[in-house]
């Protein structure tokens, strides 16, 4: 993974975070959206300008792909470099949650 790509999104945004997890199923930016307010129980809501400007750029950095459009609505899905960005920020959330339980760093994760 290029340096680069992991100084832009590591740590993650949570608007970049739900996207990322949402679309390991191919989706649509409103369809991004209703799942992000699902999972957050409406805590997290992501604005039209946010979704769109996001997705315009994970797609130009390769962490998703236009899959394809119907009815205006363009499809994407997580690319192998999406996935790896997401498995590592979940590792890193996991450990965040850990610690504060009072739990060690284990050095064989991610």
Do not use: W
């Not at 680069?4 to 199923?25: D, G, H, N, W």
């Not at 930016?29 to 604005?47: M, N, P």
């Not at 192998?80 to 890193?92: F, K, P, Y």
């Amino acid at each position: 993974m290029e340096e680069k790509i992991r100084r832009v999104y590591l740590p993650m945004t949570e608007t970049a975070f739900y996207i990322l997890f949402a679309l390991q199923e191919e989706r649509h930016g409103y369809d991004i959206t209703q799942r992000t307010k699902e999972l957050t129980g409406g805590q997290v809501v992501i604005s039209p300008g946010t979704m769109y400007g996001t997705l315009s750029k994970m797609e130009k950095d390769g962490l998703i792909v236009f899959v394809g459009e119907e009815e205006k609505r363009k499809f994407y899905l997580i690319t192998d470099l999406g996935r790896e960005i997401l498995e590592i920020e979940c590792a890193r959330i996991s450990r965040l949650y850990r610690n504060s339980r009072g739990e060690k760093y284990e050095a064989t994760e991610v």
